[in-house]
């Protein structure tokens, strides 16, 4: 069964630096996600990507966070200055469009800012 | 605006009795609903999900949830624990078609007893 594929799978990075996730979406999809979940709490939206460009942002996703398709297969999240309050589960998704599927989600990436 | 609360944080069941998971939803739309299992150390994995087709829902390994329009609810269920449930669940809703952005409740952490 396809899968998306995230790396690193942990990564702990000095409090301001930068750092970027990522990501292989499934091959034929064509909706990208980046969802977070700090620890011991909800799993949220981040930022919805379609057709090369932003299609929908939350309010966590501030000018410190961009995500870019460099090529035709990676999707990346990139951090421009990390915070303490940055550490968290990172899960990548995709999605085929059709309505009766749901999300692919990857294994996440865990973030730890020290 | 949409919302999902899961009642339970934790649920404990001998292996070979019923499980049931507690989902409410709120939603200013018609839902689409989607129940996800995290197994430690792996990603989301979609168990089902709920399209404003049958209200009834199989999923995989023997779950099914019943989507109640008038109770707002979408329990999940199974006849009969295995070891192998063993995870964190996690309700999820969209906002109908509108597959932007998904909202996760806090999640059920199913322990199965021998």
């Known amino acids: 069964e396809p899968e998306v594929t995230q790396t690193p799978s942990h990564q702990v990075t000095q409090m301001g630096q930068e750092v970027i996730l990522r990501c292989v979406p499934i091959s034929n999809h064509l909706y990208f996600y980046w969802y977070r979940q700090i620890l011991g709490q909800k799993v949220e939206f981040l930022v919805s990507?379609?057709?090369?460009?932003?299609?929908?942002k939350s309010e966590i996703f501030d000018d410190q966070f961009s995500v870019e398709r460099p090529d035709g297969s990676n999707f990346t999240l990139k951090i421009r200055s990390t915070k303490l309050e940055d550490s968290a589960m990172y899960f990548c998704?995709?999605?085929?469009?059709?309505?009766?599927?749901?999300?692919?989600f990857g294994s996440g990436t865990r973030l730890t800012v020290v | 605006a949409q919302s999902v609360t899961q009642l339970d944080s934790h649920v404990s069941v001998s292996e070979g009795t019923p499980v049931l998971l507690r989902c409410n939803y709120s939603s200013s739309y018609s839902p689409s609903l989607f129940w996800y299992v995290q197994h430690p150390n792996k990603g989301l994995q979609l168990l089902l999900k709920y399209t404003s087709a049958a209200t009834l829902v199989k999923g995989i390994n023997g779950f099914e949830a019943e989507f109640k329009k008038s109770e707002t609810s979408f329990h999940l269920t199974k006849p009969s624990a295995h070891m192998s449930d063993a995870a964190e669940y996690f309700c999820v809703v969209s906002e109908g078609d509108n597959f932007n952005k998904f909202y996760f409740g806090s999640g059920t952490k199913l322990n199965v007893k021998p």
């Open positions: 998704a995709s999605w085929n469009s059709r309505r009766n599927y749901g999300y692919t």
């Open positions: 990507f379609y057709n090369n460009e932003i299609s929908e």
